[in-house]
């Protein structure tokens, strides 16, 4: 049987070289949001609902259904929109499962305090390996994809799988693995896992940077263009050449402009930390802890 297909309408923010999904049944009005993005200007400290109004519209101009606001991981380089989503069009916030050991990491980086539950329970569904649901008549399959962080879960909707941070176009490569619970050699595991659906398979990035050699934002390639062009994990590189590679490379990395606000609020199901007592809000800043 053929895999389905279906509709993938892509929301490209340059500020955060980011990509937002919106996944439709091609039978129905049903659709999911995967890895929306909630303007932040941290100079400011303010945010902005921009990129997600206009996911509002778009949703609503076509009269579209929000079934699902679904993250591949706890992004680092820009703030989830998740909750402003889901009061204006509903639907479940959703993401891995292991984000319990994300929270586990970071609520100490943070000194989140006993309030912070440590246990996922901030977002209204958590997947395991192997978990189906459904977008209307879409079936989903959930593939726990490690490496980049320990909650990253692969999408795999008919013939299309959404990816979050493991591979990047192929001239670009592959998601740093030093972030900490971040590994190399689960990220090679988990890409592999990826590169073993369909050569046909559309894959859906998280993130674009172009290159040197390519002057346009691109979000989307497949199984068979990363198998044979990866720069990174194409053409076949061991687990051991790739781990060398990654690791030295990483080292090299400063942290993401935004990773600060990012981790406290995304690993929060994209929910502010609570107000202070005169109802104003903060984010905190650890000294010599990333």
């Given at each position: 049987?053929?895999?389905?297909v ?5 929301y490209f ?30 100079a ?14 778009e949703i ?38 292991n ?14 305090g006993t ?8 977002f ?28 990253c ?6 013939d299309?799988?959404?990816i ?6 192929p ?10 619970g971040?590994?190399?050699t ?23 940077y172009?290159?040197?050699d ?5 979000w ?17 590189k061991?687990e051991?050449?790739y ?23 995304n690993?929060n ?6 107000a202070d007592?005169?109802g ?7 000294i010599?802890?990333?």
């Amino acid at each position: 049987m053929e895999p389905s297909v279906p509709e993938v309408h892509t929301y490209f923010d340059e500020t955060t070289n980011a990509a937002c999904h919106i996944v439709k049944d091609p039978a129905s009005n049903a659709v999911a949001i995967i890895d929306s993005i909630l303007d932040f200007d941290a100079a400011a400290g303010r945010t902005h609902t921009n990129h997600a109004d206009m996911l509002i519209h778009e949703i609503n101009r076509n009269g579209w259904q929000v079934a699902w606001i679904l993250e591949t991981h706890v992004h680092a380089d820009h703030l989830s929109a998740a909750p402003y989503l889901a009061e204006k069009l509903g639907g479940k916030i959703a993401i891995g499962a292991n984000i319990a050991a994300v929270q586990q990491v970071f609520g100490k980086i943070f000194n989140a305090g006993t309030e912070f539950e440590m246990d996922g329970s901030q977002f209204d569904q958590l997947f395991n390996e192997g978990d189906v649901f459904s977008i209307g008549g879409l079936d989903v399959e959930v593939m726990h994809t490690p490496g980049h962080t320990p909650a990253c879960v692969t999408y795999v909707i008919g013939d299309a799988a959404f990816i979050g941070d493991t591979l990047f176009m192929p001239d670009f490569g592959t998601a740093r693995a030093d972030f900490p619970g971040g590994s190399a050699t689960e990220l090679y595991t988990s890409i592999q896992r990826i590169l073993a659906l369909p050569d046909h398979t559309r894959l859906f990035l998280c993130h674009d940077y172009k290159t040197k050699d390519r002057d346009t934002f691109c979000w989307q390639t497949t199984v068979a263009e990363q198998k044979a062009a990866n720069i990174h994990v194409g053409g076949g590189k061991s687990e051991e050449e790739y781990v060398a590679f990654r690791t030295e490379r990483d080292a090299q990395l400063a942290m993401p402009k935004l990773i600060i606000p990012s981790i406290q609020v995304n690993m929060n199901a994209g929910k502010m930390p609570p107000a202070d007592d005169d109802g104003d809000v903060y984010l905190k800043v650890p000294i010599n802890k990333l």
